[in-house]
T-cell receptor, first 115, second 118 residues
Framework: AQKITQTQPGMFVQEKEAVTLDCTYDTSDPSYGLFWYKQPSSGEMIFLIY??????QNATEGRYSLNFQKARKSANLVISASQLGDSAMYFCAMRYPGSARQLTFGSGTQLTVLP | GAGVSQSPSNKVTEKGKDVELRCDPISGHTALYWYRQSLGQGLEFLIY????????KSGLPSDRFSAERTGGSVSTLTIQRTQQEDSAVYLC????????????????FGNGTRLTVT
């Protein structure tokens, strides 16, 4: 079965510092996609960044980047220059060809940015 | 443009009653998904609709749960004979279909319906 694991239930970071949120996955499919979402306390799910398994470059979107290590099956989210508004729950998710296009989500990491 | 719209935003019901949750996806999005999120937990897949194809119901937890999508647009999730363990936030999402082997289209989520069964 395909599985997404986020081992950090909670993380703290000082404002303006960088933080890495871990995500590992387990799949035997060579083709898959990895997504990161942010869920603030308001509850909305906000798409942040996408990484395809065949992408040659690590994905970047503004202050968000993916540290994609295919051999280790990890896709860690790096947030640079943390801001107070980054405090939220962060979810890693995977889509693979056999999933009928649904996303399988990890359990999430609660990030708190300290002033 | 308008995002995914869900109604009601909050629903309190008594155990044993039926409830209907509505989702209006982004115009032009052919794929529609329902997820459930219990307090402090991740997202649990329930059901997926794609165009006119038969829905993928593999995530529905019991036969008390059903969903339909009329005219390829609005969807309704129905829970019959609600139980206290059905209390959760029900999230609807929609997406385009990229046509790639692994679809890179992100899911766009609504704000959810918070269901409380007393």
């Amino acid at each position: 079965a395909q599985k997404i694991t986020q081992t950090q239930p909670g993380m703290f970071v000082q404002e303006k510092e960088a933080v890495t949120l871990d995500c590992t996955y387990d799949t035997s499919d060579p083709s898959y996609g990895l997504f990161w979402y942010k869920q603030p306390s308001s509850g909305e799910m906000i798409f942040l960044i996408y990484q395809g398994s065949y992408d040659q470059q690590n994905a970047t979107e503004g202050r968000y980047s993916l540290n994609f290590q295919k051999a280790r099956k990890s896709a860690n989210l790096v947030i640079s220059a943390s801001q107070l508004g980054d405090s939220a729950m962060y979810f890693c998710a995977m889509r693979y060809p056999g999933s009928a296009r649904q996303l399988t989500f990890g359990s999430g990491t609660q990030l708190t940015v300290l002033p | 443009g308008a995002g995914v719209s869900q109604s009601p935003s909050n629903k309190v019901t008594e155990k044993g009653k039926d409830v209907e949750l509505r989702c209006d996806p982004i115009s032009g999005h052919t794929a529609l998904y329902w997820y459930r999120q219990s307090l402090g937990q991740g997202l649990e897949f329930l059901i997926y609709f794609q165009g006119n194809s038969a829905p993928d119901k593999s995530g529905l937890p019991s036969d008390r749960f059903s969903a339909e999508r009329t005219g390829g647009s609005v969807s309704t999730l129905t829970i019959q004979r609600t139980q206290q363990e059905d209390s959760a936030v029900y999230l609807c999402a929609s997406s385009l279909a990229s046509g790639k082997q692994v679809d890179n289209s992100p899911l766009h989520f609504g704000n959810g319906t918070r269901l409380t069964v007393t």
